[in-house]
């Protein structure tokens, strides 16, 4: 009945195989490229229960005649004995484009006790909303085996004519998931729970993402006149778009509300995001330092508007029911804040980036967790602070930050508004100090003890500590007079002008020294072999350097104005890229004999969501050969095939058709 398809040997214990099964079962996406997700119809453990007493309860669970004795036929056959421990699972899997591939039903037998899972397709179901019932048990099996310690899958019967349709094939069962199953089962933690899209229906959310991406995304793509990678850009915007409308219209349900949200986006950048929610019927507001060009693409229909957003009572939206913060930079812990002033009945969705504290940037450590998820607890901590019960959860988009944060609940009654207001005001106060301790201490050291028990360790510590120092109302008027009012006096927006970061404002003298230390300790490292090259010539190649030795090779004070000016060594180093190539945290010298100067330029053009252009179209020689001019044994290239000019008599301006050094 079941064939054995393949065996694979793993480094892993029972356990670590049941958890790799539960990740499987409730998060196939990650594997499954085609799938958005899975849906859990019903489920049902056998531990506590005897045998009979299971199968009753299968019987009252399980309402469809046909799919009860299907369950009651392949547990029978498991239930050897009351002892035995079955878990099961009726689960739709979800397919991205409905147009490609069905819905997939399938019954899911976890056998605790003898490490084995079975996946029986059940049924198919269409756009359309017809299902359609498969003839006899479909399915795998995996087993772990423990004397042996090794994966065995096994097949039943899966046949060539429903192959286009379901989301897996034989071979991607064997080469893809049994092999990823073996990878989790080694794997010392592994987190079996749904991480994303938590607080959404994620059928829906496919359903209306596939939507929007079709009306919005294809069409902006083709117009995209920014700088920016249209492709992450925009399907990045669509995807948080699709997340709030879903947001909302099941905040809507809940309330009883029919009229649909208002927003306001502070930091709207690009403004995509305003344009598509106003586009379905939300009123918003999107406020930005600088105007961009795509605001012109959108019409007159839309409020984009160009205006520095300074936190204060100026700077309040009472009309407003939500607040946004996509990646608003400095204004991100301030949303919680501006949410809370601006009514009661305001709510919040911040989508953290950048770490910045309410007057500086985050630089606060702590131990045991990554900088960023140290900031992403700050921004939790601050909508708490500020009367909400905060919900985290995790998006799907094109971004390494995806956690977001939903405030749509308060903690506390309206009466109690202004004693509330009071502890806001402290916190920020004892965030502001803080900044302002760690900013003097940086140049002679580390914080003291007593700076260090300033830090909050826990939100409940925190909050007590504001309680027992919270001010008057009336010294907190007094303190800030009604012409400024500025919830924070150290708090700088940034500049309305974009200041480029890309080395040009570095001092020639400064780029000059830096690639000509790098370039001699890269050629004049220890155990360097010669490269042979086509002429007879060696070729020093040079050795690889970690950026960290290579940082350590310069004064503090040229690499902090780097970092002012360009973004810091890094930069200045890839923008050398004729000479070096940065890759892994490490640098090495260019070889263009050796490498594909086309597709290292298909690849450049291709981040900056550019179109290739023809080899033949590119300048040659527009400027001199460093490694002719200072390397050893000159440059590894013929004059001739090189693509920069080996004298003076070579250097041209215009441009000229390129030699491909491999033709």
């Not at 065996?7 to 195989?17: L, N, Q, R, V």
């Not at 997700?37 to 489920?43: D, F, R, T």
């Not at 890309?502 to 400064?510: G, P, R």
């Not at 490269?531 to 690889?544: E, H, I, K, T």
Request: charged residues 25%; aromatic residues 10%.
């Amino acid at each position: 009945m079941w064939k054995e398809l393949r065996s694979i040997e793993i480094s892993g214990e029972c356990s670590s195989f049941l958890d790799a099964i539960d990740v499987w079962l409730n998060k196939p996406h990650v594997v499954n490229r085609h799938l958005c997700g899975s849906k859990i119809l019903w489920q049902l453990y056998s531990h506590g229960y005897a045998r009979d007493d299971f199968e009753e309860l299968i019987m009252t669970t399980v309402a469809d005649k046909e799919e009860q004795d299907n369950v009651l036929m392949l547990t029978k056959e498991l239930l050897k004995e009351n002892k035995q421990e079955l878990k099961l699972y009726m689960r739709d899997l979800l397919p991205k484009s409905l147009e490609k591939h069905l819905i997939l039903r399938e019954l899911v037998i976890i056998d605790v006790t003898n490490s084995d899972a079975f996946f029986m397709a059940y049924s198919l179901s269409e756009q359309s909303g017809q299902v359609v019932k498969l003839k006899g048990p479909r399915g795998y099996r995996i087993r772990f085996k423990k004397e042996n310690k090794s994966l065995t899958m096994y097949v039943q019967d899966i046949e060539d004519d429903i192959q286009p349709k379901v989301c897996y094939t034989l071979p991607w069962l064997q080469y893809v998931l049994l092999r990823k199953i073996a990878s989790w089962s080694g794997a010392s933690k592994l987190n079996t729970a749904v991480t994303s899209l938590r607080l959404i229906q994620v059928e829906r959310y496919n359903q209306l993402y596939q939507e929007l991406k079709k009306k919005y995304g294809i069409p902006m793509v083709k117009v995209w006149p920014e700088r920016t990678d249209p492709q992450k850009f925009v399907y990045e915007d669509i995807a948080i778009a699709t997340y709030l409308l879903m947001i909302w219209e099941e905040d809507r349900k809940s309330k009883g509300l029919e009229k649909k949200q208002s927003f306001v986006d502070l930091g709207c950048g690009n403004g995509l995001l305003v344009y598509i929610l106003t586009s379905e019927g939300h009123q918003g507001l999107g406020l930005d330092l600088r105007r961009r060009k795509i605001w012109d693409f959108f019409g007159g229909n839309f409020n984009l508007q160009e205006c520095a957003i300074t936190p204060s009572s100026e700077h309040l939206f009472p009309e407003y029911d939500w607040i946004i913060g996509n990646h608003s930079d400095e204004l991100t812990p301030w949303i919680p804040v501006i949410a809370a002033r601006s009514s009661f009945h305001c709510c919040y969705f911040v989508l953290p980036c950048c770490p910045h504290d309410f007057s500086a940037k985050f630089n606060q450590t702590v131990s045991g967790i990554s900088q960023y998820r140290a900031y992403l607890d700050f921004v939790k901590e601050v909508g708490t602070a500020c009367g909400f019960q905060v919900e985290e959860d995790t998006l799907r988009i094109p971004s390494t930050k995806r956690v977001c944060f939903i405030g749509r609940t308060r903690t506390y009654q309206l009466k109690n508004e202004t004693d509330v207001d009071l502890k806001r005001q402290n916190y920020i106060e004892h965030r502001c100090s803080l900044a302002s301790h760690r900013n003097k201490k940086r140049s002679v050291g580390k914080l003291t003890q007593n700076e260090h028990q300033m830090i909050p360790v826990t939100d409940k510590q925190q909050m007590s500590n504001i309680e027992e120092n919270c001010r008057s109302l009336e010294e907190v008027i007094q303190r800030v007079p009604d012409s400024e009012r500025k919830w924070a006096a150290d708090f700088k927006p940034r500049d309305s002008i974009e200041r480029p970061r890309n080395c040009l404002s570095v001092a020639s003298s400064i780029k000059d020294h830096i690639t000509e230390v790098v370039f001699n300790e890269l050629i004049s490292m220890d155990g360097l072999e010669n490269v042979q090259l086509d002429d007879g010539r060696r070729w020093n190649a040079g050795g690889s350097l970690p950026l960290s030795h290579v940082a350590s090779m310069f004064d503090q004070n040229i690499l902090h104005q780097l970092k002012n000016e360009c973004g810091g060594l890094q930069t200045l180093l890839r923008n050398s890229h004729h000479i070096f190539r940065v890759q892994g945290g490490h640098i090495q010298l260019r070889n263009w004999v050796t490498d594909d100067y086309e597709a290292y330029q298909m690849r450049k053009r291709r981040k900056k969501g550019k179109p290739a252009i023809s080899d033949k179209k590119r300048p040659i020689n527009t400027k001199l050969c460093y490694f002719h001019e200072h390397h050893p044994q000159g440059c590894p290239l013929e004059a001739h095939m090189c693509r920069y000019a080996h004298s003076q008599e070579e250097l041209i301006t215009t441009k000229q058709p390129v030699i491909n050094p491999r033709n």
